[in-house]
Structure formats: structure tokens, C-alpha cells
């Protein structure tokens, strides 16, 4: 009978170890690269979709929402449209807290009213974030679409598909999106204030520790905010770390992983490539519009999901993750 073999966790280890160090020498950049104007389309796909390579373009919008986006324009033009709003206590919907992976409280109300909001934060109880990925932009924001576009042409040129989903993001200074990745080509596009992204290369990922959480969301009662959990869901495999803070003593791998920081500041466009882990903040009241193309699932997905594999069964990553789906990360919010 043929003997089962074990590979020791000390030579994965090192298969991890020269991964991280051989993307970075091979093909990612010190620094997340810049443009000063909009790549054509086969260039962009070559330079950046291709390699996997983040990319600012610098002033690369020229549309009307960059200067007719104003509190008074929105409440004018689209103030009596209702939208959803995720309400938390401390700005972190979709993030962990003790034991429990925590959704935001999700809320309607017109547009008005949010803006009442964001102008008079003491006004409200809690963070409020209009931060909803269905595709928010064209479903709900129907008056003002034409102000920026259903997509971004060049994109959609190089992608050879339309976006699968565009979303409007608008909230509060202390909203901070947690640490996670998704399975788009993400052309993110600030319209007002800023976004500071930290992102990391999934040739990282053996560093990026995930745990399982009990899902579970905020609900204000009685002006407290309370975590209910979730029974009837399945539970949640989640990043504990924040990058801001890490609590090395907890997860030293994540020492290992390269973050690089930039600013996305209005009239810019990011190009975020999927399976890049991302954690966003902004400023006050800034405004984003941005459009997921789904990636394509080929070798390099292959590729990604096999390091994914070996890191689950490998123990400075997790023990406790089960197999993952091929489902965005944050398809639970
Ligand atoms: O802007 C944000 O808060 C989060 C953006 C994000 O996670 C995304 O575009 O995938």
C-alpha cells in the first residue's frame, strides 16, 4: 500500500515566502503607478489589466458631476428619491466586532434627508453611508445618472463587456470600508473629497489572515445600538485585521504583506484589478461613483484560488476557513 505522503508547513511556508518575494520583483511596482490621462483602451488592458497592476489616473473624469454635484444640485434634482442607507455606531458596516461579522442597519429615506444628514452629523444617531453594491447608481439614481455615465467607455472597450454593477457611494468621514477582495475589475472614480485606499497584492495572500464569524447586524433600539445575529445564515469567513491598526501579536504574518497607500482625490479614477485586497476611508461627505467588470475566470483565477486552497490548509493562515465560493467576499452585505 502506498504510504501518504505529508508536505511539512515549513516548505509551504516557503513557497509563500518566494511567491510574495518573486512578485515583487517580477511585476509589481514600488508604488502604485499614475497617469495623467486616460490610457487607450489596448494599453490599459496590456499595462495594467493584464499584469494585475493598480493604477491612478490622475484627473482622468471630465464629467458634468465633477462641478454640478453640489449639496443644493442633489437635493434639487434628486433629493425626493429614495435610497438605502447603511446605519452603524462607529462607521464600520461590514466589519468584525468580537465574534460576530456585523452588517450595517440598512435604512430608506430620500435623499434629502441623507444630505440633512452628512451637513449636521450631530443631527443623527450613527454613521451613515449610502454604500449599497446592487448597482445602486443605475437603479436608484436615475435623475442625476447622466451627470457621470452607465460606464466607462474605454473600460468597457478593453473589458469587451459592459459593467456588471454601478454603485454610488456617499457618507460620513468616520464610514471606513474593512479589508477584503472582491472578483471585479474595479474603475473607481471620486467625484468630490478623497478616498485613501490601502491595498494589498494577492500574491499576499498567505499573510492576510481570515477567521470565521457569526453573521449579525446593527439595529438601533430605543437610540442604542444593538448587534443582533443572523441564525439563519451561514457563517461568514472574514479579514480580523485592520491595517490601520494590526495587532501583530495576534496575526504576526500579516508583517509580511506589502501595503501600499494612495489617495484618490476628485477628477481621479482608480483601477482597482480584482482580487486585490482593499480598505478604504474618505473625507467628509466625499462622493464616488464606481463600476464593477466582472474579472475573467482563467488561469489566473485558477492560480489564485489554488494558493487560496494551500494557505487554508496551511496554520499561520487559518484552520478554521472552509472551502470558499467563488461569490464576492462582501456578497453577505
Ligand atoms: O469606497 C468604499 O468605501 C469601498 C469601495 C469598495 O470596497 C469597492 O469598490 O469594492
Known amino acids: 500500500m502506498a504510504e501518504e505522503s505529508v508536505i511539512p508547513a515549513a516548505k509551504i511556508r516557503e513557497g509563500f515566502t518566494a511567491l510574495a518575494r518573486e512578485a515583487r520583483e517580477l511585476y509589481l511596482d514600488a508604488e502604485v503607478a499614475e497617469l495623467t490621462s486616460v490610457p487607450d483602451p489596448l494599453s490599459f488592458?496590456?499595462?495594467?489589466?493584464?499584469?494585475?497592476?493598480?493604477?491612478?489616473?490622475?484627473?482622468?473624469?471630465?464629467?458634468?458631476?465633477?462641478?454640478?454635484?453640489?449639496?443644493?444640485?442633489?437635493?434639487?434634482?434628486?433629493?425626493?428619491?429614495p435610497v438605502s442607507v447603511a446605519v452603524t455606531p462607529n462607521g464600520y458596516a461590514d466589519a468584525v466586532n468580537g465574534n460576530n461579522f456585523v452588517m450595517p442597519e440598512e435604512r430608506r429615506m430620500i435623499l434629502a434627508e441623507f444630505l440633512d444628514i452628512i451637513e449636521q452629523p450631530d443631527s443623527a444617531n450613527g454613521v451613515f453611508y449610502i454604500q449599497k453594491q446592487n448597482s445602486n447608481f443605475t437603479e436608484e439614481f436615475d435623475d442625476i445618472?447622466?451627470?457621470?455615465?452607465?460606464?466607462?467607455?474605454?473600460?468597457?472597450?478593453?473589458?469587451?463587456?459592459?459593467?456588471?454593477?454601478?454603485?454610488?457611494?456617499m457618507g460620513d468621514g468616520r464610514a471606513v470600508t474593512s479589508l477584503h477582495k472582491d472578483h471585479y475589475e474595479n474603475l473607481y472614480c471620486?467625484?468630490?473629497?478623497?478616498?485613501?485606499?490601502?491595498?494589498?497584492?494577492?500574491?499576499?495572500?498567505?499573510?492576510?489572515?481570515?477567521?470565521?464569524?457569526?453573521?449579525?447586524?446593527?439595529?438601533?433600539?430605543?437610540?442604542?445600538?444593538?448587534?443582533?445575529q443572523l441564525d439563519e445564515m451561514p457563517e461568514v469567513p472574514w479579514i480580523p485585521v485592520d491595517p490601520l491598526n494590526p495587532d501583530m501579536e495576534r496575526y504576526p504574518e500579516f508583517a509580511h504583506t506589502l501595503c501600499y497607500e494612495v489617495t484618490v482625490n476628485a477628477g481621479d479614477i482608480l483601477y482597482l484589478p480584482s482580487l486585490w485586497f482593499h480598505h478604504v476611508r474618505?473625507?467628509?461627505?466625499?462622493?464616488a461613483v464606481n463600476y464593477w467588470y466582472d474579472?475573467?475566470?482563467?488561469?489566473?483565477?485558477?492560480?489564485?484560488?489554488?494558493?487560496?486552497k494551500l494557505a487554508e490548509v496551511q496554520e499561520t493562515?487559518?484552520?478554521?476557513?472552509?472551502?470558499?465560493t467563488t461569490m464576492k467576499d462582501s456578497t453577505v452585505s
Open 295 to 308: 474579472m475573467e475566470f482563467d488561469i489566473k483565477y485558477n492560480y489564485f484560488k489554488f494558493v487560496e
Open 317 to 324: 493562515h487559518s484552520k478554521k476557513v472552509p472551502p470558499r
Open 145 to 169: 445618472i447622466g451627470d457621470a455615465g452607465r460606464d466607462i467607455s474605454w473600460a468597457t472597450e478593453a473589458f469587451g463587456k459592459s459593467p456588471d454593477a454601478v454603485n454610488f457611494w
Open 190 to 228: 471620486v467625484v468630490s473629497g478623497w478616498k485613501k485606499f490601502i491595498l494589498i497584492a494577492p500574491t499576499d495572500l498567505p499573510f492576510v489572515p481570515y477567521d470565521i464569524y457569526k453573521p449579525a447586524h446593527y439595529k438601533e433600539l430605543k437610540g442604542e445600538f444593538v448587534i443582533q
Open 282 to 287: 474618505q473625507s467628509h461627505g466625499c462622493i
Open 45 to 81: 488592458y496590456r499595462e495594467f489589466v493584464s499584469p494585475n497592476k493598480p493604477v491612478v489616473i490622475r484627473g482622468g473624469l471630465d464629467w458634468p458631476a465633477l462641478t454640478v454635484w453640489t449639496p443644493q444640485y442633489l437635493r434639487c434634482k434628486a433629493g425626493r428619491l
